[in-house]
């Protein structure tokens, strides 16, 4: 049977969750993103404590956490760019390989879009790894498409990165046809 996905806001006492769950990622997926496992091994643990309790109530970031039957099992991160557009992105996307396929990642990027709609935004944006063509299908499924937008990764790789655009309209459309499935 497989198991039930369920995904929650970040709760501003889970910075070690979160921390637990970025660490995983950049040891699982080091190809899926522009920090290290260095980075995010060498820094305080108090950072993670202070981004939690700030992305459990704030208008401008947020982090949602997937589970499985209760056990944290993948992350994504949503934000409004600090600028005068605003524009809204979803990133930091991972799913733990045992439990991937089961549109777990479907559920977080829709439950971070349905979020950033709450707070006003019409589009929301995701760079992705040119190489990574798991993600990018991933995304295209979900109805993201080009924006012509590239640009080099800021991690040590250097790779070309693709900005990937979903209009709002569009996601809940694709969302209710997803929890009608
Ligand atoms: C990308 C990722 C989040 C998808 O998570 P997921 O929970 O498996 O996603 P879903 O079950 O919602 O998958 C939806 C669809 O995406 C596509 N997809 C997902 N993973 C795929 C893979 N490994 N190979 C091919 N297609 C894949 C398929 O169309 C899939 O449908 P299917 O399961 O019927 O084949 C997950 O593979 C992951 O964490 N990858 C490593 C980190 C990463 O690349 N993050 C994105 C950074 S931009």
């Given amino acids: 049977m497989s198991p039930s996905l369920t995904v929650r806001r ?16 950049l040891r699982e997926a080091p ?20 981004t939690a309790a700030q992305h459990a109530v704030s208008s401008d970031a947020t982090t949602f956490i997937l589970y499985t039957e209760g056990h944290p099992a993948g992350l994504i991160e949503a934000h409004f760019e600090d600028t005068p557009q ?58 993201f498409g080009p924006t012509g937008d590239h640009t080099r990764s800021a991690g040590a790789s250097g790779e070309l990165e693709s900005l990937l655009v979903r209009h709002v309209q569009q996601a809940s459309g694709d969302a209710s046809h997803a929890s009608s499935q």
């Fill in 10 to 25: 970040i709760a501003a006492d889970q910075g070690a969750a979160f921390r637990e769950l970025r660490t995983a990622s």
């Fill in 31 to 50: 190809y899926a993103f522009g920090e290290t496992l260095e980075d995010a091994l060498s820094a305080d643990a108090a950072r993670f404590d202070a």
């Fill in 86 to 143: 605003r524009r809204a992105f979803v990133g930091e996307l991972w799913v733990a390989p045992a439990v991937r396929h089961l549109r777990g990642g479907e559920l977080l990027v829709n439950t971070a879009g349905e979020w950033l709609a709450s707070e006003g935004a019409h589009e929301v944006f995701a760079w992705v790894t040119d190489s990574n063509r798991n993600a990018m299908r991933f995304y295209e499924r979900l109805g």
